[in-house]
């Protein structure tokens, strides 16, 4: 495969300032990396906060993207797990030190010196990109490079939460039906479960999306469900979510905050917290998390519904997921 010297890609240099397009050169894979040629990478909300500067210790300037679905294109010195031409996927969590005391104890998650893609190591908002062979995936067959992309992070980050919430879990609740709801909804579905989906107040077109994918009942984020809830995950980053979900959930219930950033919880009294519910956080994932999404996902079959923008048109596929008005998830293609 021949690599060009330099590639396009929309950087990112300042909080609130949009991303330009600019020609920058291709890195060479180091030990241990290879380089990607960029096929598709899913816009997340996590991209919106970094833009937002809520996530505030970016490097910079950086190359936003983090759902990364491309096929390797070099292969840095020792790289033994991809061959050049293999499709691959890129995840949120790039590098991990593999030694301090969470790594040690299987928690890579929560690793003290970690690095993160389109945070901390430059992502795929551009034509290539480099990364650690060990954080890298095979894509299954079934998708579509752009299908694919959302798994990477709404679908691992929904996976990891839909793992947070127990077991013998019957009904679950999903709060901001988005990129990651509507994937792990159909997760939920396929095992049995009913899924209780919540939109913002008034969102007639998304109830009627969680519908079409098999939910039990859609509704409004301020309404209770008509059955008290075993379990709700929250991906949308409202922290007052937090009492809503707690007042929908039943004894020992247990509600999951699924997103890298929320606005503040606001106080509710202890009577909501009583008989046992739990309110916990999730922090990015782990390589475990990506092998089972991975491998159940053609099971379910996970179909994900995507809106495809072009590269240079980045800012736009921003203001769109911002929006709120798309089904399912937004992809840049280059």
Same mark, same amino acid.
């Given at each position: 495969?021949?690599?060009?010297?330099?590639?396009?890609?929309?950087?990112?240099?300042?909080?609130?300032?949009?991303?330009?397009?600019?020609?920058?050169?291709?890195?060479?894979?180091?030990?241990?990396?290879?380089?990607?040629?960029?096929?598709?990478?899913?816009?997340?909300?996590?991209?919106?906060?970094?833009?937002?500067?809520?996530?505030?210790?970016?490097?910079?300037?950086?190359?936003?993207?983090?759902?990364?679905?491309?096929?390797?294109?070099?292969?840095?010195?020792?790289?033994?797990?991809?061959?050049?031409?293999?499709?691959?996927?890129?995840?949120?969590?790039?590098?991990?030190?593999?030694?301090?005391?969470?790594?040690?104890?299987?928690?890579?998650?929560?690793?003290?010196?970690?690095?993160?893609?389109?945070?901390?190591?430059?992502?795929?908002?551009?034509?290539?990109?480099?990364?650690?062979?060990?954080?890298?995936?095979?894509?299954?067959?079934?998708?579509?490079?752009?299908?694919?992309?959302?798994?990477?992070?709404?679908?691992?980050?929904?996976?990891?939460?839909?793992?947070?919430?127990?077991?013998?879990?019957?009904?679950?609740?999903?709060?901001?039906?988005?990129?990651?709801?509507?994937?792990?909804?159909? $997760?939920? =579905?396929? /095992?049995?479960? *009913?899924?209780?989906?919540?939109? &913002?107040?008034?969102?007639?077109? !998304?109830?009627?999306? @969680?519908?079409?994918?098999?939910?039990?009942?859609?509704?409004?984020?301020?309404?209770?469900?008509?059955?008290?809830?075993?379990?709700?995950?929250?991906?949308?980053?409202?922290?007052?979510?937090?009492?809503?979900?707690?007042?929908?959930?039943?004894?020992?219930?247990?509600?999951?905050?699924?997103?890298?950033?929320?606005?503040?919880?606001?106080?509710?009294?202890?009577?909501?917290?009583?008989?046992?519910?739990?309110?916990?956080?999730?922090?990015?994932?782990?390589?475990?998390?990506?092998?089972?999404?991975?491998?159940?996902?053609?099971?379910?079959?996970?179909?994900?519904? $995507?809106? =495809?923008? /072009?590269?240079? *048109?980045?800012?736009?596929?921003? &203001?769109?997921?911002?929006?709120? !008005?798309?089904?399912? @998830?937004?992809?840049?293609?280059?």
């Amino acid at each position: 495969m021949s690599i060009p010297e330099t590639m396009r890609a929309m950087v990112f240099r300042q909080a609130k300032t949009p991303l330009v397009l600019e020609q920058v050169p291709v890195k060479q894979p180091g030990a241990g990396q290879v380089l990607v040629k960029v096929l598709a990478c899913g816009v997340c909300r996590t991209d919106l906060h970094i833009y937002d500067g809520e996530l505030d210790h970016p490097k910079l300037p950086l190359i936003i993207g983090h759902e990364i679905v491309g096929r390797v294109a070099g292969l840095g010195e020792g790289v033994t797990r991809f061959k050049e031409g293999q499709r691959i996927g890129v995840p949120w969590l790039g590098y991990t030190d593999g030694t301090c005391r969470y790594c040690r104890r299987g928690q890579e998650n929560l690793c003290e010196h970690p690095g993160f893609t389109g945070y901390t190591i430059d992502g795929g908002y551009a034509e290539y990109t480099v990364a650690d062979q060990r954080f890298c995936f095979p894509i299954p067959e079934l998708y579509a490079d752009a299908d694919a992309a959302p798994l990477l992070c709404a679908g691992l980050i929904g996976y990891r939460s839909y793992r947070m919430t127990g077991e013998g879990v019957e009904r679950l609740g999903v709060y901001g039906f988005g990129a990651a709801a509507h994937i792990i909804a159909q $997760v939920a =579905i396929h /095992q049995g479960k *009913q899924v209780y989906a919540f939109t &913002a107040p008034g969102d007639i077109e !998304k109830q009627a999306f @969680a519908r079409r994918l098999g939910s039990a009942w859609a509704g409004s984020s301020d309404e209770l469900p008509p059955e008290k809830l075993d379990a709700a995950i929250i991906f949308a980053p409202v922290g007052a979510l937090v009492p809503a979900a707690l007042k929908a959930v039943d004894k020992g219930g247990v509600v999951v905050c699924g997103g890298i950033h929320m606005s503040n919880i606001p106080s509710f009294p202890y009577e909501l917290l009583w008989e046992e519910r739990v309110v916990r956080s999730v922090a990015n994932l782990t390589r475990r998390d990506g092998e089972e999404l991975l491998s159940l996902a053609p099971q379910v079959p996970v179909k994900t519904d $995507v809106t =495809i923008f /072009q590269l240079e *048109q980045a800012n736009q596929a921003l &203001a769109a997921l911002r929006g709120g !008005k798309i089904d399912g @998830a937004v992809v840049l293609v280059p």
